[in-house]
Structures are given as C-alpha cells and as structure tokens.
C-alpha cells in the first residue's frame, strides 16, 4: 500500500503544477484582488519540492517534513482560494469586476481544485506515516528524477536554437547525452561513473544557468539543476546504504549426507529385536 500512495503522490504533484499553470494564464486576465490572492500560490512551488524530493529518499522520517511542507501547502491553498472568492464577492455590482468576472472565476476554480488536491495529499502522506515501509532502491529513484530531466533538457535546446544562441549548446547539450546515460547506467554498479556524469551536468547547468538570457530557458535550467542535485544526493545516499543480501545474516551450515551412507544406513538391522527403528 504505501509504495501505491507514494507514486500516488508524485503524480498527483503533476497533476497540481499543471493546475498551477493554468492559474497564472488565467489570472492574469482576472480582477486585481484575484491576482493577488492566487499570488500566495506560487510559494508552493518550493513546498512541492520539498515534498518531492522528502518522497525519494529512502527514509521514513523524511516524510514527517514532507507533511508540514504539505500542510503549508494547503493552508496557502485555503488563504488564495478564501481571500479571492471574498474579494469577487464583494466587488462583484462594480463595472471592473463584471467585466473581469468569468476570467477571476475560472481563477478561482482552479484555485479550488488545487485545494482540493493538497487536502488529498496531505491525507495521504498522513497514511504513508502509518503504513510499514517498504524496502526501495535509490537508483529507481534516479531513473526516475533523470526521467523528468531530459524533456527540459530538449525545452533549453529548443529555445537557445530558435533564438540562434549557438555558443550555449556546449553547456546545455550535456542533459541530452547524458540523461539517457544515466537511466540507462544506474542500475549497473558503477557508482563511481554514474556520480561522475551527475556531477557534470550540475556543473554545465551552473555555467548555463549563470549566462542565459532567456527567462523560460533559465527557469527550465533551474529545474534541471534541482533535479541532478537531488539525484546526486540520493545516489551518494543509496551507496552507503547496505542492500539487502548484505543485511541479511549468513544461513546457517548445513549438512549434506552422501547417498551411499544413507543406504548404508538403510541396510542396517540391529541385532537386538526390542530395539526398533
């Protein structure tokens, strides 16, 4: 149950910032008070990751601080959703509000939806910390954050290739090679050569990140470098954690009997008639 609630999660994480998208398209053709109130909801970007990244680290007290990222989450889900439907409310008989009305409540829907969502969250990372762990592996985990790496990886060279900033693709072309690499390779003990790429396309994102110019190219860098140091740090983790045939204790000796002693043994009778066998 709890590696279903755990992918559960993640994915309703998506699910949530695509809905965070389309609020900040909508609100921006909303009353002034609408803007302002969804506003509070672009601080849950960095409680989202927070709760993402609590939920690939092969802990179970992690998720005691992906619980409060995620109740603050929701309460800034409430404070948006309460103070933007009070504000339409009251302004709803003035000329500016009517005209603004059907975008401020498209605005507020999905503001509502998000809501809902981190209540739904919050409840399930709550059965999480009930619920026996299970044993997991960090290099899923790594696949997995490298997995959701590589389509902004293309986004960047997309970007800097309409807009014919040639000298850039020696930083941002990394992510296209190695990405693959890594999913590919995580799985096969190399530790040491797999920690090596990770770490060098957190250094081309850092050069890159510092020389964009693009704002939608910078922010995808940002989230290509967060997601690299994230994997970085749960693949050092997962290396100093002992699997599980190495928790294992060693079987205990057994004995193996030759199959003529056993007819040896077979073919004995005891001399003695009130002995019997």
């Excluded at 014919?164 to 296209?176: D, N, P």
């Excluded at 096969?188 to 920690?195: E, K, M």
């Excluded at 090596?196 to 922010?219: F, R």
Aim: hydrophobic share 55%.
């Amino acid at each position: 149950m709890s590696a279903a609630l755990q992918n559960g999660i993640r994915v309703r994480l998506f699910l949530i910032i695509l809905l965070a998208a389309l609020v900040r398209v909508a609100r921006v053709y909303s009353s002034a008070s609408v803007h302002k109130a969804s506003g509070l909801l672009e601080t849950n970007f960095y409680l989202y990751g927070l709760v993402l990244f609590c939920s690939l680290l092969p802990f179970k007290k992690t998720w005691f601080v992906a619980i409060l990222g995620q109740a603050a989450a929701t309460f800034l889900g409430l404070a948006a959703a309460g103070l933007g439907l009070l504000a339409t409310l009251r302004c709803r008989t003035q000329t500016g509000c009517i005209q603004t009305l059907p975008a401020s409540a498209v605005t507020l829907v999905l503001v509502a939806a998000i809501f809902g969502l981190d209540i739904l969250q919050t409840w399930d990372v709550y059965r999480i910390i009930r619920a026996p762990m299970f044993d997991s592996s960090g290099t899923q985990r790594v696949r997995i954050l490298f997995s959701w790496a590589l389509p902004f990886g293309w986004l960047v060279n997309i970007l800097l290739y309409t807009d014919s900033q040639w000298s850039m693709f020696k930083f941002t072309t990394a992510h296209l090679f190695v990405d693959p690499l890594v999913i590919l390779l995580a799985n096969a003990n190399d530790d040491i050569f797999v920690g090596a790429m990770i770490g060098t396309v957190i250094a081309m994102d850092l050069l890159a990140w510092n020389m964009h110019t693009d704002t939608l190219a910078k922010s995808a860098t940002a989230v290509q470098l967060g997601l690299s140091v994230c994997a970085l740090l749960i693949h050092l983790v997962a290396g100093s954690v002992p699997t599980e045939a190495e928790a294992q204790p060693d079987p205990e000796p057994t004995f193996e009997v030759a199959e003529s002693e056993v007819n040896t043994l077979r073919q004995r009778k005891s001399t003695n008639i009130k002995i019997k066998f």
